[in-house]
Nanobody, 120 residues
Framework: QVQLVESGGGLVQAGGSLRLSCAAS????????MGWYHQAPGKQRELVAT???????NYADSVKGRFTISRDNAKNTVYLQMNSLKPEDTAVYYC??????????????WGQGTQVTVSA
């Protein structure tokens, strides 16, 4: 079993910053890709950013230049530094891990979500 525990969400004014963290634990051999997705009310879950085990990153166009994803492979932890936040960034942010289990097989796991609210 694998657990993803997120932290760092909250309420911030437009132009402010937040840092999200997500720690994975459990029967993990290797996490190939970690990422962040968000879901605003009434909308589908969307990609925010991903990072591979080698450090290759990918960002949604809407966050390029404002958000930075990073990871600590030794801690199985991924971070999302969010700067210059806008009201349209308001959403529940979910951590995702695409990993290889200790018992074999490749799986996707999701965190419970953390609310980010940006006031105008």
């Amino acid at each position: 079993q694998v657990q993803l525990v997120e932290s760092g969400g909250g309420l911030v004014q437009a132009g402010g910053s937040l840092r999200l963290s997500c720690a994975a634990s459990g029967s993990i051999n290797r996490i190939n890709v970690m990422g962040w997705y968000h879901q605003a009310p009434g909308k589908q879950r969307e990609l925010v950013a991903t990072i591979t085990i080698s450090g290759t990153t990918n960002y949604a166009d809407s966050v390029k230049g404002r958000f930075t994803i990073s990871r600590d492979n030794a801690k199985n932890t991924v971070y999302l530094q969010m700067n210059s936040l806008k009201p349209e960034d308001t959403a529940v942010y979910y951590c995702n891990a695409h990993l290889i289990s200790l018992y074999g097989g490749t799986y996707d796991y999701w965190g419970q979500g953390t609310q980010v609210t940006v006031s105008a």
